[in-house]
């Protein structure tokens, strides 16, 4: 163990298991994880050969593929059917690539599962539980993303021999991107505007398979393949998909909600939106994500920052460990309590989904908009702070961080892409905008409305209660402050540029800079309000309330600093109660600094998990460094064959030009 | 030509080639860029087999490593020796590698030229140009890196054979990522701690061999290697290098400033910052640099946004190019005026060092400290707003931005390494503020000081001279009020925490956050008015320069809006004030919008420069991402092995529990 390393867990004036317990939602399930990452770790099929980085994209596929057919049968044996202690057993198990099949088990099975009628289920489910079906979802075309609307695969509807025809009637209309299109699937839901009588009747999801069942070779009119390598996300084959005249049986349309009759009659759902569920729970789950990377990039940096030691504080003294250097405080702690901060709003937003959804399963629509909302704005909040923090966690960790050897870089490439699938970000913020400003009346009028935007009809005019204190209320109060300004703000904007002689959608386009404005400062409150709350009744002692207490103020006053012109702009802080928050984020810094390390330990994650020779729990850096150069695979040959093949043949070349000296 | 592409062109309300001019310096040396340019990518050897992204890294490393000797050849057969020109060259011939022997040329000969004796330079300089000695520069090691004070290596001098014995005598004093150290280099100058009559002297440059030169393998005593993969450079050979007694004649210190005598006297430099030039070049190098990357992802990032649509602006209507979305435009053409404004201010800061560097070269050391906080301060500031811009461009670019075939990814990775090499930012940002803190009592006292910093002593109490128009003038003067304030409140912090009873230094270290922060708005002062310096000083026609200022004043509102409580929390701008800014943000972008393609097209990159399927010139972005898809190497089989491996067996094995169905 290093000394450092140890003496900061002595330092610590808390106990993380109590953390630990919080974050994890009580000891049982603390208990089961630990039990489900352990298997994983000492189980030796799963102990792999060589570093991930160390091998080819074929190598990472194939690895990646072999190791999570045999999880899912390990995890089928031990009668492990929770998705999340699922993921638990695979994070330690294969932490290093991503699942080829994750579509299959998270967006495949579980669309057939609500959007199938009972045949359906009947007919898919049980063939793509034993993987004689490997689904995706293909959704994204080349030319359309987040707008689904303007999707241009066709499934026309043959009522002659009751058969839907597919067609990428264009490049653009290309299936490109869904994960495990390009070799691994044999089949996929295809989302498709279905045209039947002559009509477009918008988009729809239809099962097509594209492989042949023994041979997985293509089906006729099939064209699909590998997209090429991307940024990270390469031991998955995420792929094109281009349909030519493809025939499917009229059953082969998901059909619970909207229908076509064998004479072609389109029967639309009941609802519209009643597909929005799945969607609106990904986005859920996409927040928790988000702060398990962000909290896995924290470990990192925060363990190596008191293991590296850089510039001696007095002349000829020691070096100094850098986590006592205020500027790297300064970085890491703030995102250290996004991390929380996180953690807790992802779990409130899953809970908040939990008890609308099963509203929505019983075809009450009402609190649907206000669930979309908050997701789509959480979604895109956490994407955004997590992904830009695991950046700033691998710039902290200074040359080592660029080094695979470190697990930032893979962490970042595997969760950057959230802030573009299910939603891209700016979209999703001014959906929450829309949504704000649609009841902005009702608040105005001081209508009934939910509690989450009660705050937003609040006086204006209203100044703020800080004290040198800084208390979470009135940090909380700021943020609600902020964001009702920023949405009347931009009300108030619309409402000039209509009466300047613009129309409304003219107007609303000239000010969605000022909208997303509103709509962050709208998703910064809640997180705010949900940290503040989760922590104020946590069931913990004393110590660990103040330690979580003090995490949260500066999650508070640090999102202040950072957006202080926002905060001031109207007068709301007078710059006195603007040096009492500086002095306390200073302060914080100082407070939070002996407990760091127990509370990045507290999240718990072995080192596997990690994959990092930065974030190792035993702090043994160099060593591992080292020993990770050494395996290097350039380091196989002491001399490359390329010296012989380039280096050598220049040199005798120029000798001819110049002869050789001696040394 | 995509017709959206070629009515951009149209539109534009200036002449490209004008810009293109002013940015390279003149039409003269703008015809000479092309003609390497051109020459280079008709050059059949350079034209290469397949992507890079294709390739596995020892594919990636051979091929930069015959590239690049090939262009060696070639720039020396046309004759071709300034360092600007010959980069264009490679840029155009591998923009896709990394040069495994661009510290031999960068680095270890320029060392020699400088540091080394004439005798050294007649020994090693022939045999390096001629490729006999293929060099590298050692100075990073394992636990030490900007504060180079720190260094653990040891070259203790032997007097009884005139014998220098070089050591790493731990872990954390291996050299660790010289770039070319691990396979390609046979020797290189070793940064060690001088021992000598039994004391420490300092850190010196020691030339040290490192393979033979006939077999290129390792000299006794030398263990050295790649380092491994990282998130970028991996056509580099970044390597280690452990010593261990290896014994150099005394005659390889480089000996021009300090020397170790026969009997093993020291004899220390007349100055000891004479070494630092050299430093200080590279780091001017580094803004100019950054500007490239940054610029080349605006090319890229706008071209698509002109390119891409997404959701129709009415029901039924066409998709509108997402360069019409405001909030698009409010991340790239900010993102396109920092790329303007670090082009001009590195361009600024080469000429400063040169002018600089004569005085310097003659003794006269007097701006050298001016000289090298500038230059520190603004290869941090340049190197963290263009990485970060460049994240902005490519999630700009949707998903697709996430594919190499964008060409974005690489950018970020082959960029960001310049927060971290030649001095971490974050102490450069404290060198900044140390320089600056030396000379604020002669900038209070109103002594002669040097025009960069004279501001900095201004009456704080003034407010803003903006109106509605937003002069450049007054924006240029409230960010040298925020500086000036900034800075004053750190050195009030320090004074009080003095006062307080804590020592100079801890007060110093309980301050480095404020200090930050006034070191970079000094940076910023330095970019702004440099920009409108060279905008307004800039031969080109109205139209032009309208063009220009408008970006530079949009650079310089943005920097206010997005640092908005630095400039207010005084009241230094009135809330009135501050919605002129607002409102003419808003404006700006609406008028830089018909220029943006041309903008971009100004920077003059070709193609293959760019090596991205949605930065095309011609922007045919579909049929190129499809090209790029099919060509993947995962798609050489129609079905892949591992299908036969691991799917075809689970199936098989799964089948057997639940029997297959029939589809």
Redesign the interface.
């Known amino acids: 163990m290093n000394p450092d390393l140890a003496q900061e867990r002595r330092r610590a004036t808390f106990d993380p298991e109590q953390v630990t317990s919080l974050l994890y939602r009580g000891p049982e399930n603390v208990r089961k994880r630990r039990y489900l990452q352990n298997a994983a770790i000492q189980d030796q099929v799963l102990r792999g050969s060589k570093?991930w980085?160390?091998q080819?994209?074929?190598e990472q596929?194939?690895t990646a593929?072999?190791m999570f057919?045999y999880m899912m049968?390990k995890l089928d044996e031990m009668g492990v059917t929770d998705p999340l202690e699922r993921m638990y057993y695979q994070e330690a198990g294969a932490p290093h690539y991503y699942n080829p099949m994750a579509l299959h088990t998270g967006m495949f099975i579980p669309s057939i599962e609500k959007q199938g009628t009972k045949e359906q289920k009947e007919?898919w489910l049980?063939?793509a539980?034993?993987?004689?079906?490997?689904g995706t979802y293909a959704q994204?075309e080349?030319?359309?993303?987040?707008?689904i609307?303007?999707l241009e695969t066709t499934a026309s509807y043959d009522p002659s021999n009751q058969e839907f025809v597919l067609n990428s009637p264009t490049?653009?209309s290309?299936k490109?991107?869904p994960g495990g299109l390009?070799?691994?699937s044999n089949c996929c839901l295809v989302m498709a505007q279905l045209i039947t009588q002559g009509k477009k009747r918008g988009i729809h999801l239809f099962f097509v398979?594209i492989r042949d069942?023994k041979?997985?070779?293509?089906m006729p009119g099939v064209e699909s393949?590998?997209?090429?390598?991307?940024?990270?996300f390469n031991s998955n084959?995420n792929g094109?998909l281009k349909l030519s005249n493809v025939r499917i049986p009229r059953e082969n349309m998901l059909m619970r909600y909207s229908k076509v009759l064998e004479d072609g009659t389109y029967v639309p759902p009941t609802n519209q939106r009643i597909g929005y569920g799945t969607m609106v729970f990904v986005r859920a789950h996409i927040v928790t994500n988000s702060a398990r990377g962000l909290s896995k990039a924290c470990v990192i940096a925060i363990r190596y920052s008191a293991v590296?030691?850089?510039?001696?504080?007095?002349p000829g003294g020691p070096?100094a460990q850098i986590i006592d250097?205020?500027?790297?405080q300064?970085k890491l702690f703030p995102l250290l309590a996004t991390a929380y901060a996180m953690y807790f709003t992802g779990r409130y937003a899953e809970d908040y989904y939990e008890q609308i959804a099963s509203e929505i399963e019983a075809g009450n629509l009402e609190s649907l908009n206000q669930l979309h909302a908050v997701c789509a704005g959480l979604k895109a909040f956490s994407t955004w702070a997590c992904t830009a923090g695991i950046?700033t966690c691998r710039?902290c960790c200074?040359?080592h961080?660029?080094?695979?050897?470190s697990g930032i870089?893979k962490l970042y490439?595997y969760y950057?892409?959230g802030?573009?699938?299910e939603g891209?970000?700016?979209v999703m913020m001014?959906q929450v905008a829309r949504f704000l400003m649609k009841i902005y009346p009702d608040i105005k009028r001081g209508g009934p409305i939910h509690e989450f935007v009660q705050y937003l009809g609040a006086d204006l005019t209203q100044k703020s209660c800080m004290t040198e204190e800084v208390a979470l209320g009135c940090l909380l109060k700021a943020f609600q402050h902020r964001a009702a300004r920023l949405l009347s703000d931009a009300a108030a904007r619309i409402e000039n540029l209509v009466r300047s002689g613009k129309s409304r959608?003219e107007a609303w386009?000239?000010?969605?800079?000022?909208l997303?404005w509103a709509a962050k400062a709208y998703c910064h409150t809640f997180v705010v309000r949900t940290f503040s709350q989760i922590v104020s009744d946590a069931a913990v002692d004393k110590s660990t309330k103040d330690v979580l207490t003090a995490l949260c103020k500066l999650y508070a006053i640090d999102g202040i600093?950072e957006?202080?012109?926002?905060?001031?702009?109207?007068?709301f802080f007078s710059?006195h109660q603007?040096s009492f928050l500086?002095n306390k984020?200073?302060d914080l810094l100082?407070e939070i600094r002996p407990n760091a390390v127990a509370l990045v330990d507290a999240f718990d994650y072995p080192d596997k998990t990690l994959d990092s020779c930065l974030g190792r729990y035993d702090g043994q850096v160099?060593?591992a460094?080292?020993e990770?150069?050494?395996?290097?695979?350039?380091?196989e040959q002491?001399?490359?064959d390329?010296?012989h093949?380039?280096?050598?043949p220049?040199?005798t070349?120029?000798?001819q030009?110049?002869p050789?000296?001696r040394?």
């Not at 041979?215 to 293509?218: M, V």
């Not at 393949?225 to 990270?232: A, E, L, N, R, T």
């Not at 957006?563 to 007068?571: A, K, T, V, Y």
Request: overall charge positive; charged content about 20%.
């Open positions: 570093p980085a160390f080819s994209r074929v596929y194939e593929l072999q057919i049968k007919r049980p063939m539980r034993s993987l004689q079906l490997i994204t080349m030319g359309h993303g987040t707008f609307r303007g490049v653009t290309m490109f991107w390009g070799k691994t398979q069942l041979t997985h070779r293509h393949g590998d997209i090429g390598p991307k940024f990270g084959d094109y590296r030691r850089q510039t001696e504080v007095s070096e250097y205020q500027t790297q300064y950046e710039l200074g040359g961080g660029y080094s695979h050897a870089p490439t950057t892409p802030c573009t699938y891209e970000n700016n001014l959608q386009d000239a000010s969605t800079v000022a997303t600093i957006n202080l012109g926002e905060f001031i702009e109207d007068g710059p603007v500086k984020l200073a100082a160099y060593p460094l080292y990770y150069a050494k395996n290097s695979p350039f380091n002491e001399v490359l390329s010296y093949k380039f280096i050598k220049a040199q070349e120029q000798s030009r110049a050789m000296a040394l």
